[in-house]
């Protein structure tokens, strides 16, 4: 966004407590729009990016386009 732009979602505050694609994706969007986003994770959990590093051997490349 250019300076001094106002976007739709500025002002608004997003806990991210998700872990698998959507979650991530929409808190990504979220922020694009303007939102401030606090990404929570857990370091007991494993890594989902290691397993979406790894998708593109099941899923089309059209698909991955979203991630």
Known sequence: AAAGEQRPLSGVRVL???RVLAGPMCARTFAEHGADVL?????DLPDMRALLSCLHLLV???L???C
Do not use: F, I, Q
């Open 60 to 62: 089309p490349p059209l």
């Open 16 to 18: 991210d407590l998700s």
């Open 64 to 66: 991955l386009w979203v």
């Open 39 to 43: 990404k929570v994770a857990n370091s």
